[in-house]
């Protein structure tokens, strides 16, 4: 198959749904999915994070930096502090054995 008749493929399968996402950012949605999609967010990034987490071998230091930077997130209501010092304890308990 042709590379330029696949990237034509696969525009043709992705620009309608964009589209459509994009058609209902300004519809008025009923209040039972407007709270339905409130959590949308939080389940993506826990199905992100979870498997990394938890499916590692070295799934211990990787729990240490995930539970202090999520501490220092919800302290400090600062997404870089978390960040930082997540990656931060990660290297500590990489250091100290754990």
């Keep these: 198959?042709?590379?330029?008749?696949?990237?034509?493929?696969?525009w043709a399968v992705t620009y309608p749904v964009r589209w459509l996402g994009l058609?209902?950012?300004g519809a008025a949605l009923p209040p039972f999915w407007l709270a339905f999609l409130r959590f949308v967010p939080v389940s993506v990034f826990a199905a992100l994070v979870?498997?990394?987490v938890l499916g590692s071998p070295e799934w211990a230091r990787r729990l240490v930096g995930a539970?202090?930077?999520a501490a220092l997130m919800?302290?400090?209501q600062n997404l870089?502090?978390?960040?930082?010092?997540?990656f931060a304890a990660y290297w500590a308990a990489r250091v100290l054995g754990v």
């Design 67 to 69: 539970l202090a930077g």
């Design 1 to 10: 198959m042709s590379p330029l008749l696949v990237i034509a493929l696969m």
């Design 50 to 52: 979870v498997p990394e």
């Design 23 to 25: 058609q209902l950012g």
């Design 80 to 86: 870089a502090a978390g960040i930082l010092g997540g």
């Design 74 to 76: 919800w302290r400090t």
